[in-house]
Nanobody, 121 residues
């Protein structure tokens, strides 16, 4: 079983930045970040294919968020810049076991416990 632990959440003013980190006990084929706001469905934010380092993003965060990995440390970071109020959500690190990589909730094998991000205007 893969253990995933998120950190780095907090409160920030609109336009500010936060960096989330996911510590993984072992690597899987795809590592993703999801988020869920109250009353809304969980949605994919960003992902990375651990073999190639290729990345993919939801349109809503493209150009503002960057996902990266450190293979030696087995960590995955989400740098979030130019934050908006609509980015407020619980953010979850997620592992998908096999290619092809997706941002679909149903394809996730392991979930972290989540870290809260709150952006105020």
């Amino acid at each position: 079983q893969v253990q995933l632990v998120e950190s780095g959440g907090g409160s920030v003013q609109a336009g500010g930045s936060l960096r989330l980190s996911c510590a993984a006990s072992s690597n899987t084929g795809c590592m993703n970040w999801f988020r869920q706001a109250p009353g809304k469905e969980r949605e994919g934010v960003a992902g990375i294919w651990t073999v190639s380092g290729g990345t993919y993003y939801a349109d809503s965060v493209k150009g503002r968020f960057t996902i990266s990995q450190d293979n030696a440390k087995k960590t995955f970071d989400l740098q979030m810049n130019s934050l908006k109020a609509e980015d407020t959500a619980m953010y979850y690190c997620a592992a998908q076991a096999q290619w092809p990589c997706t941002l679909r909730v149903g394809d996730v094998t392991y979930w972290g416990q989540g870290t809260q991000v709150t952006v105020s205007s």
